[in-house]
């Protein structure tokens, strides 16, 4: 499903602001799952549980804190570092050069930031596999939050603080819609990444999309032609 921009709609906005899993690639590409998995390897090994118990704690904690991370971080005081070497240990050769978001978030007028929950390291192995991290101003990363993740409206407000940015003139691209109710409350144009198929089975009902979410501007399941429609 896709929900065509209006131009006037984004004629203000000068800094663009993207999510990477799930938003700078499609969810169909297997990439996130690599990681997912990794996470529950961690888990597992960890505390000694098995497969599933690893992966109902993973979610919860998830769920409850943000980010599996943050989640361990409170609760068994890992090492964080440790942590997203191993969860992001993955191949990136399943994403491949796309030349044409590149071309359209180059065209892009102002700024644009990549805000995410993950690395610096998994965000530039990505986008470079990607083709577009030499079009980004800058990565936001979970070390540069203090490994306080996004929802948590602390998080947005050290980002737009050291970016300088102006909510009023900016957007942001997401594919979890939770993840977007405080950028919409700050003032700021919000997309949600959506799978392109409608009968994608989500892992958790929270990360779909309901009636009730008043807080999303627009949809679309392709950001590259969201992108092209504002140039």
Do not use: C
């Amino acid at each position: 499903m896709t929900d065509l921009p209006s131009k006037a709609d984004f004629a203000h906005v000068r800094d663009w602001v993207f999510d990477l899993d799930n938003t700078l690639y499609p969810h169909h590409v297997d990439l996130f799952a690599q990681i997912d998995k990794n996470m529950t390897a961690y888990v597992s090994a960890l505390l000694g549980l098995s497969r599933e118990e690893a992966r109902a704690l993973q979610k919860k904690y998830y769920f409850e804190h943000g980010t599996t991370l943050q989640g361990l971080m409170l609760h068994h005081s890992i090492d964080p570092t440790d942590f997203l070497e191993k969860a992001h240990a993955i191949n990136y050769e399943v994403l491949a050069p796309d030349v044409d978001l590149g071309e359209a978030i180059k065209a892009l007028p102002g700024r644009k930031f990549i805000f995410t929950n993950g690395s610096v390291k998994h965000a530039e192995m990505a986008a470079r596999a990607l083709g577009i991290f030499d079009h980004f101003d800058d990565v936001f990363d979970i070390v540069a939050a203090e490994y306080v993740p996004k929802p948590a409206g602390a998080t947005y407000d050290k980002f737009m603080a050291l970016h300088r940015v102006d909510t009023n003139h900016a957007a942001m691209f997401e594919d979890l819609p939770r993840n977007l109710l405080v950028p919409k409350a700050l003032g700021m144009k919000t997309v949600l990444l959506t799978p392109r198929d409608e009968h994608h089975e989500f892992a958790d009902a929270w990360e779909k999309r309901s009636d009730d979410d008043q807080h999303i501007d627009y949809m679309t399941s392709d950001l590259t032609g969201f992108l092209k429609a504002l140039l």
